[in-house]
């Protein structure tokens, strides 16, 4: 291999290999940041991401390219077609990730703020609080006598809890809706 196809050989497989996953990667998680006490993981998560979308956008790109030459494609040093398609999908990542906010020095948020709503776990949380209040209301119904005064409060609170609870529901399938 002659000295000039080095730095050829070491841009193709850059370019095989690792950049058009690494722009990929920064577009679709802007926030991932590689310090701080995480660094290490994300390390390997944003390197081994790229390696695996670079190889799967590999293949997708000379699939494409074998599927609209006419004459079929092969892939040489002399043309570089593959090398080029290639560089256009690590250009397109980088723009989108450049607009995300993937290369500032402060990250975007992970998940946009949503004002007033608690999320799915705090919901589900909540959901099971209610419902363990509304067993130990219907246990205490079934000991209880024939007192009618401690029954009707513990049916108020049994409807109090059944109204709480079909309210957080409502509001969480508005939220779903919009």
Known sequence: MPIA?????????????????????????????????????????????????????????????????????????????????????AAVGFVAGWARGAYRREPPPSRPEEPDESGAWEVSRELDRIAREERRIAHQLRVHGEDSAERGRLRADLDRLAAEKAELQRRREAEYAT
């Open 5 to 89: 196809s080095y730095p050829e050989a070491v841009v193709g497989l850059l370019l095989v290999f690792f950049v058009p996953g690494y722009a990929v990667t920064k577009a679709t998680f802007p926030e991932w940041r590689i310090r701080g006490p995480e660094a290490a993981l994300r390390l390997v998560e944003t390197f081994s991401l790229a390696l695996v979308l670079s190889v799967g956008l590999t293949v997708l790109a000379g699939s494409a390219l074998l599927a609209a030459a006419p004459g079929g494609f092969r892939a040489y040093w002399t043309d570089p077609l593959l090398e080029a398609v290639l560089a256009a999908v």
